[in-house]
């Protein structure tokens, strides 16, 4: 086989920096690979809309979010939890195949993830620290994809309240929580809002792949 110059990089699967046990590959996902999902993302959100789940300590979380896959993330005053449904009953739409890409790529080659949270982030929003423990093996790892506004991600160790540092993530940044730090506090403290113009009215679309089963 010959080799065109014209033939894209393949692009790196070392991580550009460590945050904590965290792996961060930033500026992996090219401005036209933003842009395609994107458009996979907004049919997502066309199928079963995002919505403001409450948190089980009564709070209605500022961020609005759906999912695609067998199952999506849920949380009410029962906890947190996955539901086969969206909350008004129609199935969860198909992952993207431009968040399989990804998945695939930088997470894990022969099993594709069972759920892929999709968080929205307006202006104001945020994420408190928290662990994702709703899976059932969490040797698999969560693969995490920023597109839109820079978001401020903290990152700590496996027990509350323990050092953190902090990363501002942009768009196209791709997180992989895994290893030693699959349970690894981590939060969004802020976002720059209109930071990015990937999104026409601003704010940031955070995607979570995860194995669930
Ligand atoms: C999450 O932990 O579910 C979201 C992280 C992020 O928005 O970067
Ligand atoms: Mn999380």
């Not at 036209?32 to 409450?54: K, N, Y």
């Not at 086969?84 to 998945?103: I, Q």
């Amino acid at each position: 086989m010959t080799w065109s110059m014209k033939q894209a990089p393949e692009p790196a699967t070392t991580p550009t920096l460590m945050l904590g046990g965290v792996s961060v590959y930033q500026g992996w996902l090219p401005a036209e690979a933003q842009a395609a999902m994107l458009a996979e993302l907004r049919e997502v959100a066309r199928a079963a809309p995002p919505f403001s789940p409450d948190t089980p300590y009564g709070r209605k979380m500022s961020v609005r979010m759906t999912s695609a896959g067998a199952c999506g993330w849920y949380s009410d005053r029962r906890g947190y939890r996955y539901a086969d449904t969206h909350p008004s009953g129609v199935a969860w739409p198909p992952v993207p195949p431009s968040v399989l890409a990804v998945w695939r790529a930088l997470a894990a080659p022969h099993r594709d993830p069972d759920c892929c949270l999709i968080n929205f982030y307006g202006e104001g929003a945020r994420m408190g620290m928290h662990q994702d423990r709703d899976e059932a093996d969490f040797s698999w790892p969560v693969l995490s994809i920023s597109l839109g506004d820079d978001a401020l991600f903290r990152v700590g160790g496996t027990t509350r309240g323990g050092k953190t540092q902090s990363l501002w993530l942009a768009s196209g940044d791709v997180v992989v929580i895994g290893g030693a730090a699959r349970l690894a506090y981590h939060g969004v403290d802020r976002i720059r809002f209109g930071s990015s113009r990937l999104l026409a009215n601003g704010g940031r679309i955070n995607v979570t792949a995860r194995v669930v089963t």
